[in-house]
């Protein structure tokens, strides 16, 4: 660890305590560019693809609707309305499962007049350049920044699909100096947002800048890990000349994407726990958010694509353009099939990712790729007792003591897990990744922290009674 | 420590001996006599006596730390007398007796469980590597089809201190016989399956369902779940329709025959009696009559 | 791809608890089989490195393999005997232990090999059998078992056996033979047999350092090095165990914590005491390579499951246990404090974890 | 109080709420002089003798008790007999009384005494006290003349000095030693926990 | 002199530690060593009382007993003197000290019948030793109790976490452990 700091600070490169070194696994896409994929034949759009109060539907049955036609309302400030990626007849109103596990409601659509090949490069095309004309960022309003981000339906793209008109919305009280832009892309086999970074950098200044218009930071900070060597010369070849804008690399390690890491590593600033990185002046957009933002103030264009990367036990893995609500499956199916020992398909990457029951689960705002892991990579479950050895611990990038925890919500104990910091757990699987007993710790924690979440909401209830 | 006999005769012995000890006696009697007046904390005598009449398990059922803080909490009055779910009326009545509060009789409630599908009736089931309990595969989407209904590795069961809990067929059963009441397995379901529900009758009419799905999604999920088809709510006001669940108004709920011609209508078989020895599908109580009502029907002329 | 997801392909799944994992493995071949594949569901993270329980065990028993050759050289027969009877009798005890509460089988994780192991090299060769047996039988009952098994004991429990062991059998525990002289009567069948028939009865180095003692020709530093003095059976040679314990530092099995704060301690200890009286107290390089120092500062204080949680906390415990022994060793009336050291070190390595827990970054998380 | 009443209460003490094994109290010289079967049976006696006196005169004197005093008045009464218990055993049993030591007089501070005091004496007529005092006081001297007798037969392979192992057998210091004492009971608990949960069961 | 305190605090604390060597206090010992702060409060309680009773009972002995000539009366004065002074004090602490009192007044009573008091009292008789000698000797007694009880407690803490066969749970387990740490204290054999 020692020796780690050491090398750090002769490199000039940032890195924070603790963490672990899992093999990125990103040679097999991290060379291919982008390419779109073709309309499925159906899509199902859910309404709640973000944090906060599901969307209304404002579309009705056996409607025609336009690509880039909103099809549902935010449901409230902590909302984000849906737009549709493709044109096509709306089906029954159903639900769909989402990665949490849960069902929400969603609109599908038959797709109808399907882009040939050239019509979706164009697309992508448009999707990767600049706005030709754009109104200087001191013409626009830090209001017209937010409500555009708003209108789009802009959530964090990252995989916490935050709505980012909220987080750009900054209270009285409060004032940001820094906007980060997280392209440390820190889950190994993922590389959308380093291809990003490399087919679009001037997208992601613009978006850069225009969030710090929208907060009135005046210092834009965009960290990328030492692996992507290309997304690091375009972004500083993109940032060349303008004095308030930087480009940071870090040391590549898991999980340099968290917030809470991410933040004393570039800036040396500690959020504290249980807060935000509102709460140290910063505000942290993903790359694909930030040139989302840019395509909602400059184009007005909504969110109905993103870029994913689609990796492991696939035929032909890639980078691709996919409309939002297309199922896995088709994805799937445009990277080539998978491979035949195909056995556990991941929205996300494999440390954070989660394990999909079912390929008709559509593509969300917040889907940065999909990871299918071959038989001999899944994880075996041949758990023994804790023997205390203390990796979990030594490990941990928020310095808390999984085992403990643990070993306390195994027993029921939630107080005392509480009292070992329970809720600070960020569930970024250090600890399960390092456990030689292959204790589920992020499990348990995960359940802790829902039990606790559901005993004070009782507890509310109950005095509100 | 050894004493010397001779000691023993001496006359400090005969006089002194007695004379220290009734001096340091007296000395203690009355200086502990002053502090007991002087250094007196008041405390409510009520306390102990409800902390008596309290079984002592210290389930935590009512909701406090134990029994002895229950019994401070009930005599602040900051607890009702009825608190005591593990110790029964009889409990209540003797706390309401110390409390001197006039004691009123109060329907048991029972816990029931708004799932009814075993396991081999879920569908969309998926290989789960991870912890093998409720609360933790709750967080794992896809375990099994239905987001709403039992997991069925029995945090419940685990949770019961009585042993009034086990499972069938990936479905708790409850025995109502050791059950006291205490909502631990309320708690312990991460779904909310569980709720209590006043048993006004012995047999209780349950919807075994909690999922609020549209109806197609539930048959692709579960093979006796509720669709919310209103079958039953056109029948009678007891049942409520609502968000496609079927839910019972138990202020209403009279006797299970009452129901009858409502519950034969439900084309799902979601609805379940409980406080008989199992779990049973309405129907089957239902047809277990009509054939017992046959029977006699049938032996009655013999027998006369 | 595949490097960095841990599979051992050739291990064997042996005991019940892993009975799960056998039918999610054939539900995997069917997935390959079907058509329409059953995708698996399981919580993050879906990667782990390489590291096993199982693992860390076998590399303790290769670390140990250099002492075991050192110590059939010095000692004979004796090594092999004590060896082989503590790993039949813990092996055995903890089986039947299990057997008794209906638990799984646990011989698995080699847990019971490396206690077995560390409490043979701990014992005096000549020790009669029945004495090693019962030892054994302490070490896994009382020292682990009644504890609920692996990673839930409070003692290490080689160290319990050999404690039971000395407060039964002092005279016997203290008993010591002189380095098998194989020049002499290697064909002679007294040696080969082992028992201290013929055997000559040496002090050891630190046994020597004791007021009273017959003999004080405190050994040259070259010989503990070696190791052909007298002692207990894996104790002696100091470039056996320094080898291991470089493999295990590498294999990252132990960390340099604890070792660290015993033999630091112990070396400033031990040398505060040689400046400020050289003739009463002996050079702390001599502290250093006699007795079972190493071999508890390496093998036995760092015992993952007796030792604190946090780094922090190991550094203050293997402060704790040079410190201890060293005052054993100079105060004391027993010789050698290893044992005791660690053993009271472990006792309150609970409060040690719980005093040293890190704070979360950015601190606890407020009411 | 009827006679059926009298024997459960004797017996009650016996096994059931057996001092030392069971309720878990008494512990100090259950622990520091069952080294030797002689030594557990003179300290059960001694106890015993003292818990039926105090049994006896604190049943008599109970309507006067004041609440804030009655531990003084237990400590007073128990004090009086321990230290007529003590001198006894120097008179005439000097040798046991000396390896005894101090553990004569903390007799007085043994929780079975106070318990029974307070659970029994001050609540139940003479007659029942008298018998709760000897059950319990018998039950007490059993627990530690069967720790005793574990102890010394593999601490010194005898029992009652009487050597019943061959001299082959090694004898196992540990067991006269305190370690030894702590690991007897341990085990002995877990027995009689075993014991008493399968009679549960059968019952 | 001062070496000599020195060692008489030593041999109390550890050498002769009153749990793992004399078994004086093992109710309590076994009883409130469930959780580490109640048994550092509990241990701190013993050590005052047992430095208070201690000088006390030095002070009646040599000043009262002795000179009349009724040493037969020290097991009675003794005990009164100790149920008489944590009786005081306990209810002044809980009335002054309410919050004192919550987190080691509740321990008080219990102390009475603490062995490990009238233990100390009936030693420091038994060793002659002269007033400071009793005093140091009451206080790493009672140091040495607080220091064992919280060490259990720890490990009690920790074995909350193990799989302790059914039969063996709470005492049977906390006795093993002290066997353990008895032996461990063992090695401390200093001549003097």
């Known amino acids: 660890m020692i020796a780690e700091k050491l090398i750090a600070k002769m490199t000039r490169k940032k890195v924070f305590p603790r963490g672990i070194h899992p093999n990125d696994s990103k040679s097999a896409t991290c060379e291919q560019p982008i390419t779109p994929l073709a309309w499925p034949a159906e899509v199902t759009i859910p309404l709640q693809q973000h944090i906060g109060a599901p969307a209304s539907p404002m579309v009705t049955p056996r409607q025609d609707v336009k690509k880039g036609e909103q099809i549902a309302a935010a449901g409230g400030f902590v909302s984000a309305p849906v737009h549709s990626g493709v044109g096509g007849k709306v089906g029954p109103l159903t639900t769909c499962l989402v990665p949490t596990g849960k069902r929400v409601p969603a609109v599908s ?95 992601v200044v613009r978006g850069l800048e225009l969030a710090m218009r929208a907060t009135g930071a005046s210092r834009g900070v965009i960290a990328i890990e030492d692996n992507k060597r290309k ?114 398909v991941l929205m996300g990457g494999p440390m954070m990712g989660v394990t999909m029951p079912d390929l008709s689960i559509p593509v969300i705002k917040g889907t940065s790729g999909i990871t299918v892991l071959s038989r001999s990579e899944v994880r075996k479950m041949d758990q023994t007792a804790c023997i205390k050895c203390g990796r979990c611990v030594e490990n941990c990038p928020l310095k808390l003591s999984p085992t403990r925890i643990a070993h306390a919500v195994k027993m029921g104990d939630l107080e005392l897990a509480e009292s070992f910091n329970l809720m600070a757990c960020c569930e970024c699987g250090c600890c399960s990744y390092v456990c030689p007993a292959r204790m589920p710790l992020v499990q348990y924690l995960k359940s802790g922290k829902a039990a606790v979440l559901r005993k004070r909401a009782a507890a509310k209830a109950a005095s509100t009674k | 420590m050894l004493m010397n006999v001779s000691n023993i005769l001496g006359l400090s012995v005969l006089v002194g001996g007695p004379v220290i000890l009734v001096g340091l006696g007296l000395l203690l009697a ?219 108004d138990y202020n209403k709920f009279d006797t299970l025959e009452s129901l009858r011609s409502a519950c034969e209508k439900c084309p799902a078989g979601a609805l379940v009696v409980f406080g008989r020895e199992k779990r049973i599908p309405v129907k089957d109580v239902y047809a277990k009559t009509q054939s017992d009502t046959q029977a006699e029907a049938q032996s009655e002329p013999v027998n006369s | 791809m595949n490097s960095n997801v841990s599979h051992d392909k050739g291990q064997e799944f042996s005991d019940a608890r892993t009975q799960k994992i056998h039918e999610n493995a054939k539900v995997l071949e069917k997935i390959a089989e079907a058509s329409q594949p059953e995708w698996i569901v399981e919580p993050g993270p879906h990667l782990s490195d390489k590291s096993t329980t199982r693992r860390l065990m076998i590399d303790v028993i290769v670390a140990l393999i250099p002492a075991m050759a050192v110590a059939v050289w010095v000692f004979g027969f ?98 010591w033979v002189a380095p098998v002289d194989w020049k002499v009567d290697s064909s002679a069948p007294a040696a080969v047999a082992g028992e201290n028939v ?14 009273g003692s017959a003999d004080r020709k405190l050994p040259v530093l070259r010989e503990l090095i070696i190791g052909r003095t007298s002692g207990s059976l894996g104790e002696t040679s100091v470039v056996a165990l320094l080898l291991g314990a470089v493999y295990l530092l590498a294999r990252r099995t132990i960390t340099w914590h604890i070792p660290l704060g015993m033999l630091g301690s112990a070396v400033i200890f031990a040398g505060i005491a040689y400046m400020a009286a050289p003739g009463k107290f002996v050079n702390p390089m001599f502290h250093l390579g006699a007795g079972a120092m190493i071999f508890g500062a390496f093998y036995i204080a760092t015992d993952l499951v007796s030792s604190p949680l946090s780094r922090k906390g190991q550094l203050i415990y293997g402060v704790g246990c040079g410190v201890l022994t060293m005052v054993i060793r100079q105060f004391g009336t027993y010789p050698e404090g290893v044992m005791f050291s660690i053993l009271m070190m472990n006792g309150l390595a609970p409060l040690i974890t719980r005093y040293t827990i890190s704070k979360p970054l950015g601190g606890n998380v407020r009411a | 109080m009827s006679k059926s009443n009298l ?121 029942t006290s008298f018998v709760d005092g000897l059950g319990v006081g018998l039950g007490f001297t059993f627990s530690l003349t069967l720790l005793g007798v574990i102890r010394e037969l593999f601490g010194s392979r005898s029992i009652l000095n009487y050597q019943i192992l061959p001299d082959s057998f090694e004898p196992w210091v540990v067991m006269v030693l305190p370690s030894g004492a702590f690991l007897t009971l341990g085990l002995v608990i877990g027995l009689v926990n075993y014991l008493r949960s399968r009679k549960r069961v059968e019952a | 002199m001062t070496s000599d305190l020195i060692f008489v605090f030593i041999t109390a604390a550890i050498i002769n530690n009153f749990i793992f060597k004399y078994f004086l206090g093992i109710c309590p010992f076994l009883g409130v060593s469930k959780r580490t702060d109640m048994a550092m409060g509990m241990g701190f309680a013993v050590t005052f009382v047992m430095t208070v009773a201690g000088v006390l009972t030095w002070i009646i002995y040599h000043m009262i007993l002795v000179p009349m000539n009724i040493q037969f009366l020290q097991y009675i004065t003794f005990i009164l003197v100790i149920a008489g002074t944590v009786q005081l004090v306990e209810m002044y602490v809980r009335k002054f000290f309410p919050n004192l009192y919550e987190s080691f007044g509740i321990f008080l009573p219990m102390i009475t019948t603490n062995c490990a008091i009238l233990g100390a009292c009936l030693f420091i008789q038994k060793f002659e030793y002269n007033l400071i000698q009793a005093a140091v000797f009451s206080l790493g007694g009672g140091l040495g109790f607080a220091m064992a009880i919280t060490i259990m407690a720890g490990i009690r803490e920790e074995l909350n976490f193990s799989d302790v066969p059914r039969y063996f749970k709470g005492p049977a387990i906390t006795l093993i452990s002290a066997a353990i740490l008895a032996m461990a204290f063992s090695g401390f054999l200093i001549k003097r």
């Open chain 1, 109 to 203: 659509i038959k797709t109808q007049s399907v882009p040939s090949e050239e019509q979706l490069q164009a697309e992508l095309e448009e999707y990767l350049s600049p706005a030709g004309e754009v109104r200087p960022i001191g013409e626009l309003s830090p209001e017209t920044i937010i409500e555009s981000a708003q209108n789009a339906g802009l959530v964090g793209m990252g995989g916490a699909t935050f709505p980012t008109h909220v987080k750009l919305k900054i209270g009285p009280n409060k004032t940001i100096d820094t906007i980060v832009i997280n392209g440390s892309e820190c889950e190994p086999f993922l590389t959308a947002d380093d291809r990003l970074m490399q087919q679009a950098p001037s997208l």
């Open chain 1, 231 to 344: 997304a690091i010369e375009s972004m500083r070849q993109a940032v060349a000349g303008k004095s308030n804008l930087e480009v940071a690399v870090c040391m590549t390690k898991y999980p340099m994407g968290g917030e809470r890491q991410l933040l004393p590593a570039v800036l040396g600033r500690v959020i504290p726990t249980g807060g935000l990185p509102l709460d140290v002046g910063v505000v942290v957009l993903n790359v694909a958010t930030s040139i989302s933002l840019a395509h909602a103030v400059d184009r007005g264009r909504p969110v109905t694509h993103r870029v994913l990367t689609v990796t492991g036990a696939v035929n032909r893995p890639g980078n691709f353009f996919v409309p939002i609500g297309t199922p896995i499956s088709w994805v799937i199916e445009q990277a080539g099939g998978l491979r035949k020992d195909a056995a556990m």
């Open chain 2, 30 to 248: 009355v200086g502990l006599s002053i502090a007991m007046i002087k250094l007196r904390v008041e405390q409510d005598p009520r306390i102990e006596q409800v902390e008596a009449a309290l079984p002592g398990a210290n389930c935590g059922g009512c909701g406090y730390a134990g029994c002895a803080a229950f019994a401070k909490a009930v005599v602040e009055g900051k607890a009702p007398v009825t608190g005591c779910t593990a110790g029964g009326e009889g409990i209540g009545q003797a706390i309401a007796k110390i409390m001197g509060i006039k004691f009123e009789v109060q329907v048991k409630t029972r816990p029931v469980i708004h799932c009814a599908a075993f396991e081999h009736q879920r569908k969309g089931k998926k290989p789960y590597h991870g912890v093998q309990q409720c609360s933790e595969a709750n967080l794992v989407a896809g375990v099994q089809g239905c987001t709403y209904g039992c997991l069925g590795f029995g945090d419940c069961v685990a949770s019961c201190k009585f042993g009034a809990l086990h499972m069938d067929r990936g479905l708790p059963e409850f025995d109502y016989s050791k059950c006291t009441s205490c909502g631990a397995c309320v708690k312990a379901c991460p779904r909310g399956l569980i709720e209590m529900i006043p048993f006004t009758q012995e047999a209780m009419l349950v919807v075994g369902c909690s999922n609020r799905d549209p109806a197609r999604v539930v048959r692709e999920v579960c093979e006796v779940g509720c669709l919310g088809c209103g079958a039953c709510a056109k029948k009678s006001d007891v049942f409520n329709v609502d968000q496609n669940l079927a839910s019972i």
């Open chain 3, 78 to 175: 004796n090594a092999i005997r004590l060896t082989g009877l503590c790993l039949v009798s813990c092996l055995a005890t903890e089986y039947l232990f299990n057997l008794i509460r209906k638990r799984p089988g646990t011989l698995g994780d080699f847990s019971a090999v490396v206690t077995a192991i560390i409490l043979a090299f701990s014992l005096p060769p000549t020790l009669p059998n029945f004495a090693v047996i019962l030892g054994s039988v302490a070490a896994i009952a009382i020292g682990k078992m009644i504890f609920g098994g692996l990673g839930q004991n409070i003692f290490n429990p080689a160290m319990v056996g050999r404690a039971f062991l000395m407060t039964a059998f002092p005279v016997l525990m203290t008993t």
């Open chain 3, 198 to 211: 013929d055997a000559v009865s040496q002090a050891t180095p630190l046994t020597m350092l004791k007021p």
């Open chain 4, 7 to 127: 024997v459960s209460q004797f017996t009650n003490g016996l096994w059931a709420e057996n001092p030392s094994l069971v309720m878990l109290i008494g512990m100090c010289p259950t622990l520091a002089i069952t080294n030797s079967v002689a030594n557990a049976l003179t300290m059960g006696m001694a106890t015993m003798f003292v818990l039926v006196c105090s049994n006896l005169v604190i049943s008599l004197i109970r309507s006067q008790l004041q609440a804030h005093l009655r531990i003084l008045v237990y400590m007073l009464i128990v004090a009086t007999f321990v230290t007529v218990a003590d001198y006894m055993l120097q008179a005439y049993l000097f040798t046991m009384s000396q390896s005894l030591g101090p553990y004569v007089p903390l007799i007085i501070v043994n929780c079975v005494i106070l318990a029974r005091a307070e659970i029994c004496a001050a609540k139940k007529g003479p007659v």
